[in-house]
């Protein structure tokens, strides 16, 4: 069973950036992305951005095009996904969780004030 958890969320005003961490229990098959989702009260759960452990392949929501930017760690050991949101938008706001096959992690809590 692979554990996720997710850090670096936080409060920040309109224009700012945060860098959101996803830390894996364990190394990932290169079968399947890792993938960031996002959920707003009262909306349903979104897909952000993915990429391919293998290679640099990666996906964008279109909102997220130009201002998130998801890597992984160059240390394959830390087993880590980030992502880097900038110009951030008060709709941005949501918990933020990390996807792998079925398994997700408990959230992070972006708040962009505006």
């Known amino acids: 069973q692979v554990h996720l958890v997710e850090s670096g969320g936080g409060l920040v005003q309109a224009g700012g950036s945060l860098r959101l961490s996803c830390a894996a229990s364990?190394?990932?098959?290169?079968?399947?992305?890792m993938r960031w989702f996002r959920q707003a009260p009262g909306k349903e759960r979104e897909f952000v951005a993915s990429i391919w452990w293998t290679g640099t392949s990666t996906q964008y929501r279109p909102f997220a095009k130009g201002r998130f930017t998801i890597s992984r760690d160059e240390d394959d050991a830390k087993n880590t996904v980030y992502l880097q949101m900038n110009n951030l938008k008060p709709e941005d706001t949501a918990v933020y969780y990390c996807?792998?096959?079925?398994?997700w992690g408990q959230g992070t809590q972006v708040t962009v004030s505006s």
């Open positions: 364990e190394r990932t098959s290169s079968g399947y992305p």
């Open positions: 996807n792998y096959e079925n398994y």
